[in-house]
Structure formats: C-alpha cells, structure tokens
C-alpha cells in the first residue's frame, strides 16, 4: 500500500515604519541632530529585524527537520482514517517518529476527488484516485502514498514501490437499504446504487429484475445521505471502509508495520488482475488467503458488464511468494481463454 512547505523568510519584520512619528526627536535637538539620531535608530531597528529574521527562519528550520515522514493521502474521511491508522502505527514502532512533528500529513485532491459527475471508467479508469499522489512521491513532495488497494493499477508508477501492506480488513461488501433486509426482498425494478462495475454484473447475474445506477458516486457519507434521501433504494459499501470510519529509507521505517499474510494474498490477487489485464471497466473478483493448514486458497471471478455471464476458478498451492503469483497468473490465463474475445465488451 501508496500513501503528503516551503521555507520563507519574514520580510515584515524588515519593513519600514507605517508612522515616521516613532522616529521624532524632542525639543532643543537640532535637524542634523535629529536626523542623525534617526538613522542611529533605523540601523538600530534594521539590526533587531535581522536578528529577529534569521531566527524566525532558524526556528522553521528546526521546525523542517522535525519533519522525517510526510505521508500524502486523499481527504475523504476514509483516506484520512486510513492515513492517521498509518502514522499511528508508525509512531508505535519508531520512538524518532513519535516526537511531535516527526510525521506530517498531506493531503493531495485527485482527478477521482474533483470529477464526480461521471462513471469513473468514463474518465480514465486507472490511478483515478492514486496519480496525483503518486506525482508527489515521485516528486519528493511526500515520502509515502497511502492507498487503498482496490484503487491501486495494475501497473504502478516507475520510481515507485509497494513495500507494505497493513493487516487486510473485513472483504465482504455490506448491504444497506431503509426498506430492506437483502437483495432478494427488494421488489422488481428496484434501483441499486453503486461505482463499482464488479458489484454491478454480480447484482445483475443474481436479480436480473432490478436496476443498477452506476454512477452512484461520493464518500460513505455521501451515498448514504443519498440512500436517505431515497435516490436509490439501497446500496453496497465495502465493510472494511465502514470499519475504518473510528521508502529506501521510508521503506525500513515501514517493514515493521508490513503484514506478510496480506501482502502475500495481495501479491497474488494483483497476478490475477494483471494477467486479464483488470481496469474499473472490467468486472473482475479475486481472493487469496491462508487456510487453517497455512496453504494458499485463490478464488477468481470475472464477469460480462451485462451481468449474463459469470465465470470462476480457484487455486490452493503453497503460502510463498512465487508459487503465490504463479497462481494468480494461471487462475487469470484459465479466465481469460474461457472468456474469448470481446467478453468484457459493454
């Protein structure tokens, strides 16, 4: 997982007087005399703003230096729990990184966060919600992207690493309705809200009866004001992020929050996407995990958009990195040839 100020002097203290009263003399003391104690003064004064300068941009910086990890996120609520859920754990394992400052987050808006009027596929699909982060790694303007995966591409920046990945959340999609207690209880031509092609034709393959609206876009918060407000009469959001709603270098300071279990599963289920070559426009499902004997357990899915036709596959082998990916790839070929040209076409 992809996780985010500029130094500038204080001319004002420098600046001239806003009253040239502050300057003036009294009494029996001559023009020169006046004008010469005047300048004694400004030199005075022009001294004291120097000094108050050069420690004014001593103490910012100290206050850089403080600075050892900048981590960029997006600013939903979300992203924003998932980037605290990060410096915390970060915090807990390097004593540096616990000092005030030490971690600072960052939060950059992406083309995903500014265009909400259209279906995500129809404007771009990859690194929607990860490019203008992942600009800012590579830029140095941030030195870890925190991501969450499903928005990851298949293929990530060059410069860029995966070195880490967090404990895996809840995975199952959670069922919301005000009138409802399943998909099942709702009545025909019932419409479904969601973003996610893969809910999508997976909704479709079961009830072919109701209706999906595609563009049912915006944070949790804002789908379900929207499922209040009876725009849709119900909706599927992702478990975890209802849960979370409570690199060389920067790469060392993250090994110890890495969960190999997750990154081993992840590693295989992105095999699998690569292989069939997944966007948001390709309905695709994969799973890995460790079962109770410590084998791998993948099962893959992959689907029309139009919901008629809903392909899968499994594999269990050895819990290792190789044989992992492997896996994946082969689940994905198995996919992909059973599929045939134009499968994914809408």
Same mark, same amino acid.
């Given at each position: ?43 005075? !004064?022009?001294?004291?703003?120097? &000094?108050?300068?050069?420690?004014? &941009? ?6 850089? !230096? ?19 859920? /990060? ?17 600072? #987050?960052?939060?950059? !808006? /992406?083309?995903?966060? !500014? ?15 990860? @490019? ?5 790694? #590579? ?16 293929? #990530?920046?060059?410069?860029? #690493? ?25 009545? =025909? ?10 809910? @999508? ?13 595609? *563009?049912?876009?915006? *944070? ?5 004001? @929207?499922?209040?407000?009876? &725009? &849709?009469?119900? /909706?599927?959001? =992702? ?6 709603? *409570? ?23 992105? =095999? ?9 426009? /390709? ?32 594999? @269990?082998?050895?819990?290792? $990195? ?20 134009? $499968? $994914?076409?809408?």
């Amino acid at each position: 997982m992809g996780l985010l100020s500029s130094l500038c002097t204080s001319q004002t203290l420098m600046s001239r007087p806003s009253s040239p009263a502050i300057f003036c003399t009294s009494g029996s003391v001559s023009l020169n005399g006046s004008s010469l104690k005047t300048r004694a003064f400004l030199r005075k !004064k022009q001294a004291l703003g120097l &000094v108050k300068a050069s420690v004014a &941009v001593e103490q910012q910086a100290q206050e850089a !230096k403080l600075t050892l990890i900048r981590i960029g996120t997006r600013g939903s609520p979300l992203a924003l729990a998932q980037a605290h859920e /990060t410096r915390d754990k970060l915090m807990a394992s390097h004593a540096e990184l616990a000092e005030d400052g030490a971690i600072q #987050i960052v939060i950059i !808006k /992406t083309t995903g966060d !500014k265009i909400l009027s259209q279906p995500l596929a129809d404007i771009g699909g990859k690194g929607l919600f990860t @490019k203008e982060i992942d600009e800012a790694l #590579i830029n140095g303007d941030i030195d870890i992207a925190v991501h969450s995966m499903k928005d990851v591409p298949t293929y #990530i920046p060059e410069m860029t #690493i995966l070195p880490c990945n967090l404990p895996r959340e809840d995975v199952r999609d959670a069922f919301i309705s005000m009138s409802a207690a399943s998909l099942a209880d709702l009545p =025909a031509g019932s419409i479904i809200g969601t973003a996610s092609l893969r809910r @999508k034709s997976q909704i479709l393959h079961r009830y072919p009866s109701l209706s999906v609206e595609e *563009n049912f876009r915006g *944070n949790v918060q804002t789908r379900l004001r @929207k499922l209040n407000e009876g &725009v &849709v009469k119900a /909706t599927l959001l =992702a478990l975890a992020g209802l849960k979370r709603l *409570n690199m060389t270098e920067n790469a060392n300071y993250l090994a110890l929050l890495n969960h190999e279990e997750t990154r081993l599963a992840v590693a295989c289920e992105r =095999a699998f996407l690569e292989t069939l070559d997944g966007s948001c426009r /390709t309905p695709i499902a994969g799973y890995a995990r460790r079962d109770e004997n410590g084998d791998c357990i993948f099962k893959g899915l992959v689907a029309s958009p139009d919901g008629t036709r809903v392909l899968k596959t499994s594999r @269990k082998g050895p819990c290792a $990195f190789d044989d992992m990916i492997a896996m994946g790839r082969d689940a994905g070929e198995e996919l992909l040839s059973q599929a045939g040209p134009g $499968f $994914f076409d809408p």
